[in-house]
């Protein structure tokens, strides 16, 4: 099937989805859920292929990390299918109605996208949140992820479709793009005719180049160079473990902390605190001169690169700045608008912080890594947006519709 003929079946199915009922959804969720754990050894199986491939690669111990599926993670993926079930749907839902002087009354309903087009890498999980999170939401989708996960995502794929037609919805609710050539992204970038909105989900330059070409809507997710900020007044081992969660717990993933500021009348006792933690995990510190002069030969010279960059790896950039003036207008100069924390006991230092950061996240005294649909009780999401038209934050099943407006009349006539 051809990329065309694959949007024009993806047209259509979206039409038969946008009528369904909460009920058939469901059935087909839960027929998916139950799908991706009676044939996980299938899509193990093809899992272990894309991770070998990968290892033969040379790819990075914290991406491989991010391809791989276990049993575990089968489960927990199947769980966050039940629980999208248990989520309110939008579809249908008016959010005002009222009535004007002329006696039309005017409601706002809510309804599906349509078609969304999905562009990620190698993350196995985000096939299957982003199609039933779409699916949820009454939209079609078509999904397109990386070489190196390709027989992980056409397992999932084929299994999502199975169960969509065994609970009586079109299988081409769900459909994965097969080349995964440069041309075939190119290509899904301009299917103005079919695809509503394209969602790119992965590293700065992916979603860079897509904002760059694409000729249909786009919504910009995932670009995390997060910052961690510990101000002059700061609970020292509590920030400590924020910092080490926030970098160590999963370093690959757009919420890991990618930047340390450190207020200079703290910066040396915080250090002496964080370090030894840091170190179980090998963390590599890039530092200005003021942490170099701290740490020593523990650190490395931060490059003007490395206040921009997105690691994705266990590395964190560490620069001391004399006041929380110098670290907002920092943060102001190198986020990428994704999550931002301060590590603070001063309520106005706090508030300031709150009001003056521009990020879909903003935190006080907690670790970046809750920016997650899950975590904010959104279930699972399709990424987290950094622009700041329509959706902004965790995508979940609200941020995947849009509205129309119904009018009811008497014979008005303008």
């Not at 290892?55 to 491989?64: D, T």
């Not at 939209?139 to 990386?146: D, E, P, V």
């Not at 450190?262 to 942490?291: G, I, M, Q, W």
């Not at 920092?330 to 709150?354: N, P």
Request: aromatic content about 4%; glycine content about 6%.
């Amino acid at each position: 099937m051809t990329l065309h003929e694959q949007g024009a079946a993806a047209k259509q199915a979206a039409r038969v989805l946008a009528i369904a009922d909460t009920a058939q959804k469901n059935r087909a969720l839960s027929a998916i859920a139950d799908a991706l754990l009676e044939n996980q050894a299938l899509w193990l199986a093809a899992n272990a292929e894309d991770v070998a491939a990968a290892k033969q690669a040379g790819m990075r111990p914290a991406m491989l990390d991010r391809l791989t599926l276990t049993p575990e993670r089968i489960a927990a993926i199947a769980d966050s299918v039940r629980q999208v079930i248990a989520l309110p749907d939008p579809i249908g839902r008016v959010d005002k109605m009222e009535t004007r002087p002329n006696g039309l009354i005017i409601g706002r309903r809510r309804v599906p996208l349509g078609v969304i087009a999905m562009i990620y890498e190698a993350r196995p999980n985000v096939t299957v949140d982003a199609a039933v999170l779409c699916l949820k939401s009454g939209n079609a989708c078509i999904l397109r992820g990386g070489k190196e996960a390709i027989r992980s995502n056409r397992a999932a794929a084929e299994l999502m479709r199975a169960a969509l037609e065994k609970s009586g919805l079109p299988a081409d609710c769900v459909s994965l793009v097969q080349d995964t050539g440069r041309e075939t992204a190119q290509e899904l970038m301009h299917l103005n005719e079919y695809v509503d909105v394209l969602i790119p989900r992965g590293g700065a330059g992916l979603i860079r180049t897509v904002a760059r070409e694409a000729s249909v809507p786009v919504i910009r997710t995932g670009e995390g160079v997060c910052h961690i900020y510990v101000d002059r007044d700061a609970d020292i081992e509590m920030g400590a473990n924020i910092l080490y969660n926030a970098k160590c717990s999963r370093p690959s993933v757009c919420n890991a902390v990618e930047c340390l500021l450190l207020h200079e009348d703290t910066a040396e006792a915080f250090l002496k605190s964080a370090v030894p933690l840091l170190d179980a995990k090998n963390v590599e510190l890039r530092c200005d001169a003021a942490a170099l002069e701290i740490l020593g030969s523990r650190a490395k010279p931060a490059t003007d690169e490395d206040w921009d960059a997105e690691y994705d790896d266990y590395i964190l950039a560490v620069r001391v700045v004399r006041s929380l003036d110098e670290a907002l207008d920092f943060i102001a100069a190198h986020s990428t608008g994704h999550s931002e924390a301060i590590v603070t006991r001063d309520y106005f230092a706090a508030q300031r912080f709150l009001n003056e950061v521009d990020a879909a996240a903003v935190y006080v005294n907690a670790s970046t890594r809750f920016t997650d649909g899950g975590e904010f009780g959104l279930g699972a999401e399709i990424g987290i947006s950094t622009q700041k038209m329509h959706a902004r934050g965790p995508m979940g099943l609200d941020e995947l519709t849009s509205c129309k407006y119904v009018v009811y009349g008497n014979g008005q006539v303008r």
